[in-house]
């Protein structure tokens, strides 16, 4: 084994075809992209370039500024919800429930399982007010409230999509966070609990920090994912009312394949793809802080 | 280690190799479809999913009046969701692969763009040619020119005009006279309010209907030139008399004459709410006589429906006889594969589909009606005489704006009237978009 390892020409075998395929199917396209961030037009008429004039209207273009203060906003709410709502689930499955946890464990993460469109589809029948009311809203009505139109306006459409999200996604993360937590040895849980640690105490001096890499890779998932959030926003809200809830990766969308502006709609894929580099560099960085400290 | 086992081993890694990189090829490879422009093998016709009143006609003609074009080339209808619709022309406009006749795109700004780039037929100059031009409803004809810089770059398989549909027996029982103004209207909308009626049913989900009351008050009080200026540059929506159309319909829609929830009300559900006497008025096209026309979705009855203009506005400009007028979901026919063949099949339909349209699904087409077909209600008589009456037509809303202005009017149009978006944010959202492409 260590002579084929150690055999250049099997290694150029063994790793060059896997290269140029990823090389083909992720590194071109990309190059291939930013070069477009610097043309204009469509498949129809043709490209030309256009020097910085996709970077200059970026900078200017208010519903750029609006779709990515709604992707960050989105991502940190929806992200500490989904690593939150997880955590406490799996608190839940560990210390309370134990041995008795597999049937919430199940139902908890069956929403995980669901397609993002039917997920959709079921909380705009949820939250939906004609052309009959929906359950929340018959609710509503019980308690003798007025309906809200909660699709009608972009603030309550947002906090509808964040409730579907952590909903859609928190049984996901209880089952890796759940992971974590079973490899605590008990020794440690058994003699901090004989010092005197119980309940919350025992939770934010041992628990915490012992499952603290395990969540800080649950964060990085989630904040990976909910900054490119596309599916979802389509199947609820398709990015109205207005632009209301648009992220960029659907302002990317429409821009290239709605409006054949496939020049500006690359160079908005290229301020996402600086998004989540930023961040995901923010996050490794505190990880690998936290971790040599625990 | 012996030298067979050797041998083995690089026989093995050499195979290893060879067999990713084949795997590659053929992953990389494309096939042979598409791209290519000879003389099609079919007359195949790419139409939207919603639509079928267009593709069941010539499946019919295809059978009958147009046999003998079909078997000398097959029809064939491909079918793709609307929502699709402007990416998948985009695709095939750059393989060079559009089919002879397709559904040419959402907005009329990708068919323009189309025809600049040589994928259309002149489709004035073949019907010239293959003598049938004349089988063009003249004000049809004027349509498709006003929405296409004076170019005939569609065939006219719907013609319909727009107005309000009221229902004859609310406004009798409210005592109410069929509005002539604006003001008139508002008052008749006061009545049906305060007697427990929705005044208007309209769908937020697509947007457009509510578009069209802005474009309609706009023709009344600007003249059928406001929005040619905005197109040319000279007016913006966002000048003071412009907004203020749009601050009417915001009006309409915070006394809550629209109903609850209007922005998730869909195309079918609005249709439902006035054929089941829940709202007293529907602006529509006169496509919607196909509804009106099936008792299983009238509840009303035909005899209770009736169609007015879009009232005056008190000093305007315009008149009440320029209705908005379109060809639905416009048709073109493709540059490349058009030859004897499609040529044949074209005539025929410039012939016969008016007649068949009208007979089997009540559809008004700009085609000349070479077969006599009774009126399928009063409504249907009136519609039809006031197209063939009308003298100058006006478009709507968003048909001289960019796909993205388009997008844009008609995904904010539910926030105009639930007071989300200010009249004047609206306007100023829907202009800069304009500006952008």
């Known amino acids: ?294 | 280690m012996p030298h067979r086992t050797i041998r083995a081993r690089r026989l093995a890694l050499t195979s290893a190799g060879v067999m990713s990189l084949a795997l590659l090829a053929t992953a990389c490879g494309g096939s042979n479809g598409g791209g290519t422009s000879a003389a099609p093998k079919d007359f195949t016709y790419l139409s939207v999913t919603e639509n079928t009143t267009t593709r069941t006609a010539l499946t019919t003609l295809s059978t009958s009046t147009c046999k003998a074009e079909n078997d000398a080339l097959p029809l064939k209808v491909e079918t793709i969701p609307q929502a699709q619709l402007d990416q998948k022309l985009q695709l095939l406009a750059g393989q060079d692969a559009l089919p002879p006749m397709f559904a040419a795109g959402n907005a009329p700004a990708l068919t323009k763009q189309l025809a600049k780039g040589n994928k259309v037929a002149d489709i004035e100059l073949e019907l010239k040619r293959l003598g049938v031009l004349d089988q063009l409803e003249p004000a049809a004809v004027s349509t498709i020119k006003a929405l296409y810089g004076g170019k005939l770059m569609a065939l006219p398989y719907e013609y319909n005009i727009e107005g309000i549909f009221y229902n004859k027996k609310l406004f009798q029982e409210n005592g109410i006279a069929v509005p002539g103004t604006w003001d008139e209207l508002l008052t008749a909308a006061d009545k049906l309010n305060a007697k427990g009626v929705q005044p208007f049913s309209a769908s937020g989900a697509q947007g457009w209907p509510l578009t069209r009351l802005i474009s309609g008050y706009l023709y009344r009080s600007l003249g059928p030139d406001a929005l040619d200026k905005v197109d040319a540059g000279t007016a913006k929506l966002t000048d003071p008399e412009y907004v203020k159309a749009a601050e009417e319909v915001a009006a309409l829609g915070k006394k809550g004459y629209f109903g609850k929830g209007v922005g998730s009300i869909d195309y079918d559900t609005a249709m439902n709410q006035f054929l089941t006497g829940k709202s007293g008025m529907f602006y529509m096209g006169s496509w919607a006589l196909a509804n009106i026309a099936d008792p299983k979705q009238n509840k009303v009855g035909t005899e209770n429906v009736g169609f007015m203009p879009f009232p005056a506005v008190k000093g305007g400009k315009g008149s009440i006889d320029q209705y908005p007028s379109n060809i639905g979901l416009a048709v073109t026919l493709g540059s490349k594969s058009f030859g004897d063949k499609t040529g044949a099949w074209v005539g025929c339909i410039a012939k016969n589909f008016g007649s068949t349209a009208l007979k089997d699904h009540g559809t008004i087409t700009g085609f000349k009606v070479n077969t006599p077909v009774k009126d399928t209600s009063e409504v249907a008589g009136t519609v039809r005489k006031t197209i063939s009456g009308s003298k100058q037509n006006v478009l709507w809303f968003e048909a001289l704006f960019s796909t993205k202005a388009t997008t844009i009017s008609n995904t904010s149009a539910p926030g105009l009237v639930n007071g989300s978006i200010s009249p004047e944010k609206f306007m100023a959202t829907v202009q800069d978009a304009l500006g952008s492409q």
Not at chain 1, 15 to 24: D, E, K, N, V
């Open chain 1, 1 to 294: 084994m260590h002579r084929v390892l150690g055999d250049r020409r099997a290694i150029m075998i063994l790793l060059g075809p896997a290269l140029l395929l990823y090389t083909l199917i992720m590194l071109v396209p990309m190059v291939w992209s930013l070069g477009y961030s610097f043309t204009k037009g469509n498949s129809i008429e043709g490209f030309t370039g256009s020097g910085l004039d996709n970077f200059t209207r970026l900078l200017d273009d208010p519903a750029v500024h609006d779709a990515l203060w709604f992707t960050l906003k989105y991502a940190v709410i929806v992200t500490a919800g989904q690593v939150i709502a997880g955590y406490l689930l799996a608190l839940l499955y560990v210390f309370f429930l134990k041995k008795a946890s597999a049937l919430i464990r199940t139902l908890a993460f069956f929403p995980v399982i669901l397609p993002t469109v039917a997920v959709g589809l079921l909380f705009q029948k949820l939250f939906q007010v004609a052309p009959q009311p929906g359950p929340v809203n018959s609710l509503l009505n019980a308690f003798g409230l007025e309906s809200i139109d909660f699709f009608g306006n972009a603030g309550s459409a947002f906090w509808v999509l964040i409730i579907m999200d952590i909903w859609r996604s928190m049984g996901f993360y209880a089952v890796l966070l759940f992971a974590g937590l079973v490899d605590i040895p008990d020794e440690v849980l058994e003699s901090a609990r004989l010092d005197g640690a119980s309940g919350l105490r025992l939770i934010r001096h041992i628990v915490l920090p012992l499952s603290l890499p395990v969540l800080m890779s649950s964060l990085i998932f989630s904040i990976n994912g909910t900054l490119k959030v596309f599916d979802s926003v389509v199947a609820l809200t398709n990015g109205g009312p207005g632009n209301g809830t648009t992220p960029l990766t659907l302002y990317m969308f429409q821009s290239s394949f709605t409006y054949s502006e496939y020049g500006y709609g690359s160079t908005i894929a290229l301020l996402l793809t600086v998004v989540c580099l930023l961040v995901s560099l923010a996050v490794y960085r505190v990880s690998r802080r936290d971790n040599t400290e625990s």
